[in-house]
């Protein structure tokens, strides 16, 4: 007695479709599960059972061989436990065929019967989709990322009876009111809340329309994080192709983040400085996982005291910085995972964090505070556009009751530059002023000739290198969007030097 | 045989019982009995019986009143199966027929509380 159903192996965000057979054969009552499964896959078995017996179902006391196909793939998770049990149903004849053929079933049972969450719902849907799978079974408590599939039929479950019924009946029960268990989308971070800072805030504005990455250098409490918190709220919304990308990243990711599937917020993921390389750019020796940079593909990777990073695990971005993706290998395979991402990273000028404006109170010596900034290597530094200074707030700032634009403001004014900016880059590879390569600076994206010559004073008077020079140019090309501006301006570009000056590095 | 419902018999008792209803269908399917509770040191069988093309078949009962405790196949184990494969083949030794087709089959007895007992019969389980 054969029975066959289709289940889903995930290789990173690549997925690979898996016959599910079983077969019931006359002998001693055992359990035989073929096809390389993992630990985790392994204890099916027993769930299966138990799950099958308590939902009213029959477990037959037979030889029941178990075979996943392709049978060279390794396989792991829990969510092969639903085709399992339809699989096995199906071999002694408890359900019809008619629906089993083009229906992917993802699922980890409980021994209840009930139907439970699994990672990887939403890459495992796209994988199937461009296999040709369009009905999905899926559980209950997934249906958020994956009825962003609206190109399939998702059928969420909360227990096995309930797949039971539809396959028979086709009847499926629709549990329209799903309590959100996400936190709201707006946060309450708003630039409006950030006192003084006309620097770092304009900063963080024309981060959000190049796509520059940014360093902010200031003393504790002026207000870095605050300000990096707030940048999501300042980028454009996500379209829905960017929301795919992210929340089927995010569906991968052991962490339990209360983002929304759903959300077309840009994402914000900030790890401690603590965090390792494997948990910065991804890894994982049975399965690899999206790291920080991943599920901060499409927003803003914040890190926090970075000189305080171990060694490496900031210069492990470099190549995700300039790739905007990342591939890790490991022995059972190679992975590729998008990273687009807006770095900001925050650091105090020195290890007491009082060496800013005049220095008053800092207990380090000059070696310590050359030191310190001089963690942050020159191949990263090399890829941040600004650096500012966020200098300690006057007590005059810090009692002033009007502050500066509202996010809501900065986001029009940030998405009208940004479209200024896809306009003028419509047939170029590339989007974003942050990603404008040298050789197009020189020749095609100049700037005004007082701009120019401006540049060459400053470069003769070595105030400038070769290499600030077209950074400075980047960000002046945001200015002038925000601005604009058609061409960037010799006021354009002095503020961009500005921005770029901010720090002594 | 109502009256093992009503009196509580031994285990012994019931797996003779048992091992009587499994007899009693096998030669109802016209298969012979050799040998009942053959036992050596290693072990016994239960029941040896050879069908008519020649075949034997060493034969395991297991008997019970309930499901309680699952079911009766689920108490051989893997085991348990190839311990009554190596006695076969001693069997078979013993009584110079070694060579001839085999198979180790199960039979489970369930005797439901009225009395009514149920044979499941599977064949070359190994």
Redesign the interface.
Same mark, same amino acid.
């Given at each position: 007695m054969l029975g066959q159903c289709l289940g889903i192996a995930l290789l990173g965000l690549d997925g690979q479709l898996v016959s599910v057979e079983v077969d019931i054969a006359?002998?001693?009552?055992?359990y035989t599960l073929l096809g390389l499964p993992d630990t985790a896959l392994t204890e099916s078995k027993d769930r299966v059972r138990s799950a099958l017996v308590n939902s009213g179902e029959i477990w037959p006391?037979k030889k029941v061989t178990v075979s996943l196909s392709p049978a060279w793939l390794p396989k792991s998770g829990s969510g092969f436990d639903l085709p399992i049990a339809i699989a096995l149903l199906s071999a002694h004849g408890g359900i019809p065929e008619g629906r089993l053929n083009k229906t992917l079933f993802i699922g980890e049972l409980s021994l209840d019967g009930r139907v439970q969450g699994v990672r990887g719902v939403l890459p495992s849907l796209i994988a199937a989709y461009k296999c040709g799978i369009t009905v999905a079974v899926v559980p209950l408590a997934n249906r958020l990322e994956a009825e962003l599939m609206t190109e399939m039929k998702i059928i969420s479950v909360g227990h096995l009876r309930e797949v039971l019924m539809w396959l028979r009946t086709g009847e499926s029960l629709r549990n329209e009111n799903l309590e959100c268990e996400y936190a709201p989308e707006d946060e309450g971070f708003d630039f409006s809340d950030v006192a003084g800072q006309p620097h770092a805030r304009l900063a963080a504005e024309v981060s959000a329309v190049g796509g520059h990455h940014l360093l902010l250098i200031g003393p504790p409490g002026a207000g870095k994080t605050m300000i990096a918190q707030r940048l999501p709220g300042i980028l454009p919304r996500l379209s829905r192709a960017e929301v795919l990308e992210v929340s089927a990243v995010h569906s991968l990711s052991r962490s339990h983040n209360n983002r929304s599937p759903l959300s077309s917020v840009a994402p914000f993921v900030a790890p401690h400085h603590t965090a390792t390389r494997v948990a910065m750019v991804g890894g994982g020796s049975s399965t690899i996982r999206p790291g920080a940079c991943s599920l901060a593909h499409r927003g803003v990777l914040f890190i926090d005291e970075a000189p305080e990073c171990g060694a490496g695990v900031l210069d492990a971005l470099r190549q995700p910085l300039e790739a905007g993706s990342i591939s890790i290998a490991r022995s059972i395979g190679s992975v590729s995972y998008p990273a687009q991402f807006i770095l900001i990273l925050a650091a105090n000028p020195c290890p007491c964090g009082k060496f800013s404006g005049r220095g008053r109170g800092c207990t380090c010596s000059s070696l310590q505070v050359r030191r310190y900034l001089g963690k942050l290597s020159g191949p990263l530094m090399d890829r941040i556009d600004l650096r500012v200074e966020v200098e300690p707030l006057s007590r005059l700032e810090l009692v002033k009751s009007e502050y500066g634009d509202s996010s809501a403001t900065i986001a029009e004014r940030v998405s009208k530059a940004r479209s200024v900016a896809a306009h003028r880059f419509n047939h170029e590879p590339w989007s974003l002023n942050a990603q404008i390569p040298s050789r197009a600076l020189q020749k095609k994206y100049v700037c005004e000739k007082s701009a120019i010559s401006f540049l060459h004073t400053e470069l003769d008077a070595e105030r400038l290198t070769g290499r600030g020079l077209h950074k400075v140019m980047r960000i002046a090309w945001s200015l002038a969007d925000l601005a604009l501006h058609p061409i960037p301006t010799l006021g354009d570009i002095r503020t961009a030097l500005r921005l770029r000056e901010g720090s002594t590095l | 045989m109502s009256e093992a419902a009503r009196i509580k018999l031994s285990n012994k008792t019931l797996g003779a019982f048992g091992e009587q209803t499994v007899v009693d269908y096998l030669l109802g399917r016209h298969i012979l009995i050799v040998d009942r509770n053959w036992r050596i040191r290693e072990g016994e069988v239960d029941i040896i019986a050879q069908h008519l093309s020649g075949r034997y078949a060493f034969v395991e009962v297991k008997t019970r009143r309930s499901l309680a405790f699952g079911?009766p196949? !689920?108490a051989?184990s893997?085991e348990k199966?190839y311990r009554l494969q190596r006695l076969s083949l001693a069997w078979l030794a013993i009584n110079h027929a070694f060579g001839e087709p085999f198979t180790i089959d199960?039979a489970a007895v369930l005797i439901s509380p009225t009395g009514q007992a149920n044979v499941e019969y599977? !064949?070359?389980?190994?």
């Open positions: 006359d002998g001693l009552p055992g006391n | 079911h196949f !689920e051989i893997r199966a199960c599977r !064949e070359a389980v190994l």
